[in-house]
Nanobody, 125 residues
Framework: QVQLVESGGGLVQPGDSLRLSCAVS????????MGWFRQAPGKEREFVAR????????YYADSVKGRFTISRDNAKNTVYLQMNSLKPEDTAVYYC??????????????????WGQGTQVTVSS
């Protein structure tokens, strides 16, 4: 059973930074492409960023491009999301997810098999 545990969320002011972490166990981490999603109250879960198994290629939603950076440390079985210049509209529960490895749109939640419990990020003055 694959387990994903997020940490690092919190309450910050606009313009601040946060780094989210997601520790993965139960599978060979280096075989898993990983993604971050977020869900704000009353909204659907949306794609934020994803990273390939080796970490050499990353993709971002337009809304976070240039502000967020996804990375991974395969030796620590951990994927990160560095979030800079945070805005109130970034407020959401953030989830990490492990890719199913099947074909399809990698920016959709359906393409991910395992999910963490989520960590709350609130950006407010």
């Amino acid at each position: 059973q694959v387990q994903l545990v997020e940490s690092g969320g919190g309450l910050v002011q606009p313009g601040d930074s946060l780094r989210l972490s997601c520790a993965v166990s139960g599978r060979t981490f280096s075989n898993l492409a990983m993604g971050w999603f977020r869900q704000a109250p009353g909204k659907e879960r949306e794609f934020v960023a994803r990273i390939t198994r080796g970490g050499s290629v990353t993709y971002y939603a337009d809304s976070v491009k240039g502000r967020f950076t996804i990375s991974r440390d395969n030796a620590k079985n951990t994927v990160y999301l560095q979030m800079n210049s945070l805005k109130p509209e970034d407020t959401a529960v953030y989830y990490c997810a492990a890719d199913r490895g099947t074909s399809g749109n990698r920016n959709l939640p359906l393409s991910y098999e395992y999910w963490g419990q989520g960590t709350q990020v609130t950006v407010s003055s």
